[in-house]
């Protein structure tokens, strides 16, 4: 092989990432082969990117090496350096010793080069005898020479460090002799060689498509190209055309230019004056307010008649002044928002081009306070331009979108009534506090975001779904909670019971009668459960607490009467959250804290609380208390310290009276029921939202409504006391 032949043949087997010669080529799925060291350092986390196809490749759990190795690539190598050696390109040792005596033969049948001894030994061998060793001299001249190939080298079996001479049909690879009876014993696999005859036809057939493959991509690759030469042309003629259009054009719409600048300058000028008045206002108040300040200065260090001499013109002055201030507008009177909005016919009898819309002056017409949680409500944007005045075409790119407190976004669908307004359907989906985003083209209108609450559907609560009085049997009821899987109880006061239902409001059991024993009761009054539905009641006139298991057998009881730490007078409200039992400890004027074992935690609130009938754990982890006497609710955090408090006396919407009774939902709405014969629902920060009830004996009326409870799916339960009945309402 000659020089050139050998740099040739060195350029294609050179790895494109390195450019030198292929160092255990690899292939990758898209068939591309590079050195192994190369993917290596291509390697980003576990991907490669393909230089020549830019695909990519996911690496194996076993790394780049996991890849199939490209055994022809490796083999023309292998032929090339031999090559090379063969035309003294390369230094060449004696394979067979370690000496380095020159070379003077090589081997096609040993694949090595031998040095004058190892070539004797050769000639002189029984067993290497019959080899076909050829000098140096003969191959290196430019006589003609037996064709010299590399040996193919077999690949080692990387469990047992053996040949890799067999195949396995079963398993499609390559094992050595020990694999075939051990990991693949019972396979079908053979020989290497005669594996290799039995799928070289089949490899030869499975590819007779390729070379009618090439060839016709080559006529469609011929076809594209013509194709992309005729548009190019075409693109020019048209190109033509639209300069001979559009040159025409360009004179008129200079002209239309001018006008639109002239328009921007004048806006811009309005602008200006505008602001420029609000600033000769502002510095005008401002040296007023300097000068009074001057004055009152020196009146500090002056005599007492002079003092008293200015105290009628300092007086009369400063309360001028301060009307002044007051009437001091403190935002700029103009937005710096100004937008090009092009006509959708620039070209009417060439009239006007574009207008100017302030944007920031744009408004909601009709922004509600709050909306119904699934609810559709329609809200009207109206826009205005750069005098303040509606606009009268639409156009504009208006978008809404309602965004919850969670974090959750509803974008709204707006409607172009093309005379500047436009309509926005908005359906809040998250209950709790929501801001509304507004912006046209891109920018947020003045305002924005407004503020809005979306609630449960309490506002159209009246009448009740449901009543239940136990078939006229249901005594006084009091307390009623909710425990797991729709289980609920309600103490009936008069009968020292407690009626337990289940989730389809079915009657399971009654647990407990008269008396002061275990599982009896005087004047049962606040029920909870726990999270294994353990039920909790306020024992009220026996002054403890008793707890029943899921069968209202009795566990044990805590409390007993006194004012002392774990004693509990005339306690009425209860509740369980994270291992703790809060009791509103009514007639000692505090909360009492006992784990679920009964023993006793802390007590807070001596002082800060009248007389507290009930308590409710918020979703922000704060205790609620309803303060009968001081008509309000109270919170803390959950170790005793005060939060602060919301609620007047009064019968006003918004107003307590006597609360008896709370309960919170879990977007942090706040129930209350009172001796306004009502319920009053509050936001999280104590905001009043609704009310629904009054005083009767109608359906939708209440007598004393002293417990309130809800239900995991949001219905509302009212012992309505004097009326021996439970109400449930449905807010969704």
Known sequence: MSAVEVKKAQNNLSCPICYQLFNNPKYLPCYHSYCEGCLEKMQVQSKIICPECRKEVKVPAGGVKEFATNFFINRLVDDLILKKKVAGEEKVNCDNCNEDDPVVSFCPDCNSFLCKVCNDYHKRSKQLSGHGVVPLTELRSNKETPAIQAKVKIPLCKEHDEQLKYYCETCDELVCMYCTMKKHNGHNHDSMKNMASKYRSQLKKATTPIEEMIQDLSGVHDNIDKMMKKIRKQGDEVNKQVDQHYNELVEKLMEQKDQVKQQVCDTVSQKEKALTTQLDEVDSTQAELVSM???????????????????????????????????????????????????????????????????????????????????????????????????????????????????????????????????????????????????????????????????????????????????????????????????????????????????????????????????????????????????????????????????????????????????????????????????????????????????????????????????????????????????????????????????????????????????????GFILVSDNNHRVSVFNHVGNFIHCFGSYGSANGQFSSPVGIALSPNGSIYVSDHNNKRIQIFTNY
Not at 533 to 552: C, E, I, M, T
Request: charged letters at 15%; hydrophobic letters at 30%.
């Open 293 to 667: 300040k001057e004055l009152n200065d020196a009146l500090e260090k002056s005599s007492d008649q002079e003092a008293l001499s200015a105290k009628k013109q300092v007086i009369d002055g400063m309360q001028q002044l301060t009307e002044k201030y007051k009437k001091v507008n403190k935002h700029p009177v103009q937005s710096a928002s100004m937008k090009f909005i092009p006509s959708k016919d620039p070209f009417p009898q060439f009239g006007s081009f574009s207008s100017i819309v302030n944007l920031c002056s744009s408004e909601v017409a009709n922004l509600p306070q709050s909306i119904i949680v699934g609810k559709k409500v329609e809200v009207t944007i109206i826009t205005k331009d750069s005098n303040g005045d509606h606009c009268s075409t639409g156009g504009h790119k208006v978008f809404v979108q309602l965004k919850s407190f969670t974090g959750n976004v509803t974008v709204g669908e707006v409607r172009d009534n093309n005379d500047g307004s436009y309509v926005a359907s908005l359906v809040g989906e998250n209950v709790g506090e929501a801001k509304l985003h507004v912006s046209i083209s891109g920018q947020e209108i003045r305002g924005s975001p407004y503020s809005i609450v979306v609630v449960r559907n309490y506002q159209a609560l009246n009448l009740p779904n449901k009543i239940m009085n136990n078939n006229g049997s249901m005594g006084y009821p009091w307390g009623v909670a909710f425990g797991r899987n729709g289980v609920w109880g309600v103490a009936d006061q008069s009968n020292d019971c407690v009626c337990v239902f289940d989730g389809q409001d079915k009657l399971v059991r009654k647990v407990g009668s008269s008396g002061s024993n275990n599982s009896q009761f005087n004047c049962p009054r606040g029920v909870a459960f726990d999270n294994n539905n353990h039920l909790y009641v306020a024992d009220s006139n026996n002054n403890r607490v008793q707890k029943f298991d899921v069968n209202g057998n009795y566990l044990l009881q805590f409390g007993g009467h006194g004012s002392g730490n774990g004693q509990l007078q005339g306690p009425l409200g209860i509740t369980t959250h994270n291992g703790s039992v809060y009791v509103a400890d009514t007639n000692n004027h505090r909360i009492s804290v006992f784990q679920y074992n009964g023993q006793f935690c802390i007590s807070f609130g001596s002082g800060q609380l009248g007389s507290p009938y009930d308590v409710a754990v918020n979703v922000n982890n704060q205790l609620l208390v309803a303060d009968f006497s001081k008509h309000c609710i109270v919170t803390f955090t959950l170790d005793g310290h005060y939060v602060g408090k919301f609620g007047t006396q009064g019968s006003n919407r918004g107003q307590l009276k006597n609360p008896y009774s709370l309960a919170t939902d879990v977007n």
